[in-house]
């Protein structure tokens, strides 16, 4: 007849959940180690940049994707479609003169019309847009719950095929580790082509001119968001790498294209 010391099971008991712990913890740090990705394309410094335009004061105000505020110098195209931005234009930071192409003397301009979907066959995204303004505390609106992986378009920016920049933004991961619909935007180069749906049935084509990294704190926003004299787009992205310590990229990835006459 066997017997059972005192506390011996319970012993027992305290060792196989300890153990259960053990195999849990080494499984959550596999499956980190797996799934966590590298940091995002990270663009030349060599990529072109656009000469930033003089201010207006009939455009709206703009906030670059996540963090960047407008304020009273502002600068972006005038959205004549649903935005509804009514203030003066943001002011930049390290913004200088850049090379850039020659701008059509009388370009070609179409009539407002909101974009639906965007594609940018080179880093293969496909994307529905949705219309998404500011934040109260004056940043730009995120994608977020059932569309956070989707592109959106600044509605207080002109509509593709106006005169001005046209913004979409999109994240480049979820939680810092998931690739989202922006995750390869940093690997775009000049000649890369961009297409975007319109509500009215037209699509538009812009190719891209500039791909750079901005950090967060010293975003310019007169070279992003500066009238230009025909239709452009601008694709903004987080880039960089992460903080954990802020849970968010340090840089911002902003791409410039400009419009392709015909399309």
């Not at 593709?160 to 939680?175: K, L, M």
Request: glycine letters at 14%.
């Amino acid at each position: 007849m066997s017997t059972t010391q005192p506390g011996g099971r319970g012993r027992t008991l305290v060792a196989a959940a300890f153990g259960l712990l053990l195999a849990a913890g080494v499984a959550i740090v596999v499956w980190v180690a797996t799934h966590q990705v590298a940091d995002p394309p990270t663009p030349g410094a060599d990529a072109a940049r656009p000469t930033a335009q003089a201010p207006d004061e009939t455009r709206p105000g703009e906030g670059s994707a996540y963090d960047a505020r407008p304020d009273d110098d502002s600068a972006t195209g005038t959205n004549s479609g649903s935005g509804s931005g009514t203030g003066s234009s943001p002011g930049g930071v390290g913004d200088g003169p850049a090379t850039t192409r020659e701008a059509p003397a009388t370009p070609t301009v179409l009539p407002a019309s909101d974009p639906v979907a965007v594609r940018i066959p080179s880093i293969d995204v496909t994307s529905p847009l949705h219309p998404l303004g500011l934040a109260d505390d004056g940043t730009l609106q995120v994608p977020s719950g059932d569309r956070y992986d989707e592109a959106a378009w600044y509605d207080g920016s002109p509509t593709p095929g106006e005169a001005g920049p046209t913004v979409i933004e999109g994240h480049v991961t979820s939680q810092g580790s998931v690739p989202s619909v922006f995750y390869d935007l940093g690997a775009l180069t000049p000649g890369d082509l961009v297409e975007v749906d319109r509500e009215d049935g037209r699509t538009v084509t812009f190719e891209v001119y500039g791909t750079e990294s901005f950090p967060k704190d010293a975003f310019p926003k007169v070279t992003v968001y500066g009238n230009t004299e025909g239709p452009e787009l601008r694709l903004i992205t987080c880039g960089g790498i992460y903080d954990p310590d802020r849970g968010a990229h340090v840089d911002n990835i902003v791409v410039f294209a400009r419009w392709v006459p015909g399309s």
